[in-house]
T-cell receptor
């Protein structure tokens, strides 16, 4: 069964450093998303991406964040200068013409 | 998106049916009811969705009341692996519309 994959599973970085989280969505899907979940809190929407541009973003997704689909398979989330409060699980998701979103296993980002 | 109300926690004995309720009294005519679950910080997993008719798949059944103000997710024979947080979400039924997660219901399945 096709699945969304994410790398790395765990990323440790120092405050102020740039990180890139990588996702490979399901191959025939058209819509891509990033969500995050701070430990013990709700899953929060960050951004959605369709046809090579952002279709929607939340207030969390400020200028420190960017997304890119550099080739036909990868979808990346970049955090330009990490803060302690960026520590969270980051989930990538994708969906096709049908309505359900499929999530990856997540990347645990720890900012020290 | 309309808001949903779910009990914070429920218990179920292994092998019994788990019935998880959800209230969504302000749901709009074009909004679907979706259920996802999250097993211990893994990525949320899609379970089922419906508009107004009852739905069943290999994982669960979804019962939506006639006025669409509430629904029940049924896991017919719960196993220990069904222990998870279950989220009821209402959203417009388009592929690109976002999911707004609440706190969900923590279902604990015990032997």
């Amino acid at each position: 069964e096709p699945e969304v994959t994410q790398t790395p599973s765990h990323q440790v970085t120092q405050m102020g450093q740039e990180v890139i989280l990588r996702c490979v969505p399901i191959s025939n899907h058209l819509y891509f998303y990033w969500y995050r979940q701070i430990l013990g809190q709700k899953v929060e929407f960050l951004v959605s991406f369709y046809n090579n541009e952002i279709s929607e973003k939340s207030e969390i997704f400020d200028d420190q964040f960017s997304v890119e689909r550099p080739d036909g398979s990868n979808f990346t989330l970049k955090i330009r200068s990490t803060k302690l409060e960026d520590s969270a699980m980051y989930f990538c998701a994708s969906s096709g013409e049908l309505y359900e979103q499929y999530f990856g296993p997540g990347t645990r980002l720890t900012v020290t | 998106d309309a808001k949903t109300t779910q009990p914070p926690s429920m218990d179920c004995a292994e092998g019994r049916a788990a019935n998880l309720p959800c209230n969504h009294s302000t749901i709009s005519g074009n909004e679907y009811v979706y259920w996802y679950r999250q097993i211990h910080s893994q990525g949320p997993q899609y379970i089922i969705h419906g508009l107004k008719n009852n739905e069943t798949n290999e994982m669960a059944s979804l019962i939506i009341t006639e006025d669409r103000k509430s629904s029940t997710l049924i896991l017919p024979h719960a196993t220990l692996r069904d222990t998870a947080v279950y989220y009821c979400i209402v959203r417009v039924g388009k592929g690109y519309s976002t999911l707004t997660f609440g706190k969900g219901t923590m279902l604990l399945v015990s032997p």
